[in-house]
C-alpha cells in the first residue's frame, strides 16, 4: 500500500480524495479530549479550529482553570514529540536566549551572531507562551515577527520557523498600547472560567482521576485519532479551496466566499461587525477580518462539512482585548444572533 504524501507534499486532488477522513479524525480528537475535562469542550473546539487555521489562541483566565491542563494534553493527544513542542512561561526578566537560544560563543569569536535554537521556540511545531503578555519589549518584537512572518533573524539573516499552532494564556489582559499590536494577532481569545459552582462533583471526580494518571504517568488521552499532520493537511486543503475559482450553477467563475459564504450570511456578518464597531467600540482591524473569514470557513468545514451559517459568526464573540469585553461579547454576540 502506497504511503499517503505528507502535508507538505500534498496536492489538492490528494487532499480532496482525504478531506472527508480528515474531518473525521480531526472530530473525533476534539470529542475525545473533551471527556478529560470538565465542560471546556469550547475551549477545545476553538483550538482544533485555530490549529486548522494555523492562527494562534490566546486563553484568558485565572489559575487554576486548567489553561495549561489543555494545552499539554492537546500535544499529548497529536502524540507529538518533545522536539517539536515548546513551552515556557514568560516573566518581565524572561531573556531572549530563554526563548529562541543563547548565543554560540564559538560562532561570535568567528563574527558570527548565531544562536544555539535547538530545542527552542524557532524549531517548535507547535508552541504554548504561558503569561506572554508579561515579556519585555525585546521578546514582544521576537515574538512578532515569528507570529507575522513565520521567520527569525540569525547574524541578521531571515530563518523560517516550522510554527504551525501557537497557543498562548494569560490571567491579566493588560491595557498598555505596546501590547495593542501583539493582542491584535490574536484574532480569538476565549475565557477559560471556573466551574466549581456549576460541576461541583463532575470537578471532584474527574480531577481526582487526572491526578491520579499524572501520578502513574499515564496518558490515556493519547488515543492516536489524529496527529499534527492531519491538522496540516486540513490547512493546505482549505487552503488550496480559497485559493482556487470554480464555476457556480450558471458556469460563471465563483471564489470562495461566492461558493461557501451565504449571501444572506455575510450580510449578517456585515452587520454584525458595523454593530460591534460603532455601538460596542470593538476593534476590528482589516487584518483581522480577513483571519475572521478564514476562521468561519474552518470552523464550518470542521463542524458541518464546509459552508458557513449563522451559527459560525459566533466566533465574533471571541474578539474582546479585554476582560471587559470579553464578558460583554460572550452576551451581545448570542444577542445579535437571536440565540437567546
Given amino acids: ?127 504554548f507562551l504561558d503569561e506572554i503578555f508579561k515579556s519585555n519589549s525585546a521578546i514582544l518584537n521576537i515574538l512578532l515577527t515569528i507570529i507575522n512572518e513565520r521567520k527569525f533573524y540569525q547574524d541578521g539573516v531571515p530563518e523560517p520557523v516550522p510554527l504551525r499552532v501557537m497557543f498562548a494564556a494569560t490571567n491579566e489582559i493588560p491595557e498598555q498600547g505596546e501590547l495593542a499590536a501583539l493582542k491584535d494577532r490574536f484574532v480569538l481569545k476565549v475565557q477559560s472560567r471556573p466551574v466549581q459552582d456549576d460541576y461541583f462533583t463532575e470537578l471532584i471526580d474527574v480531577g481526582l482521576q487526572n491526578e491520579s494518571y499524572k501520578g502513574l504517568n499515564q496518558k490515556p488521552w493519547a488515543e492516536g485519532h489524529a496527529g499534527l499532520d492531519d491538522f496540516l493537511k486540513a490547512n493546505r486543503y482549505l487552503t488550496y479551496l480559497f ?36 455601538e460596542d467600540k470593538i476593534f476590528i482591524s482589516d487584518r483581522k477580518l480577513v483571519k475572521l473569514y478564514k476562521l468561519f470557513r474552518v470552523r464550518a468545514w470542521l463542524l458541518s462539512g464546509g459552508t458557513v451559517s449563522r451559527d459560525d459568526l459566533r466566533l465574533l464573540a471571541y474578539l474582546g482585548e479585554s476582560h471587559q469585553e470579553i464578558e460583554h461579547l460572550r452576551e451581545k454576540v448570542p444577542n445579535l444572533l437571536g440565540d437567546v
Avoid at 57 to 75: C, E, M, N, R, Y
Wanted: glycine share 6%; proline share 4%.
Fill in 243 to 278: 485559493s482556487r475559482r470554480t464555476a457556480d450553477a450558471r458556469g460563471e467563475e465563483a471564489n470562495d466566499r461566492e461558493v461557501f459564504f451565504p449571501a444572506d450570511v455575510f450580510r449578517e456578518f456585515q452587520r454584525l461587525v458595523k454593530t460591534l464597531v460603532r
Fill in 1 to 127: 500500500m502506497a504511503k499517503k504524501p505528507s502535508a507538505e507534499d500534498s496536492t489538492l486532488a490528494d487532499l480532496q480524495a482525504e478531506a472527508d477522513d480528515l474531518r473525521k479524525r480531526i472530530n473525533r480528537f476534539r470529542v475525545a479530549l473533551g471527556r478529560y475535562f470538565v465542560h471546556k469542550q469550547e475551549l477545545i473546539d476553538l483550538m482544533c479550529v485555530a490549529a486548522v487555521a494555523q492562527e494562534p489562541l490566546l486563553i484568558v483566565g485565572p489559575p487554576g482553570t486548567a489553561k495549561s491542563d489543555l494545552v499539554l494534553k492537546f500535544k499529548d493527544a497529536l502524540g507529538m514529540g518533545e522536539g517539536d513542542y515548546f513551552e515556557y512561561m514568560l516573566t518581565r526578566f524572561t531573556e531572549p536566549s530563554e526563548i529562541i537560544g543563547a548565543i554560540d560563543i564559538k560562532e561570535l569569536r568567528d563574527g558570527k551572531y548565531i544562536r544555539r535554537k535547538e530545542g527552542k521556540l524557532p524549531t517548535a511545531k507547535l508552541v
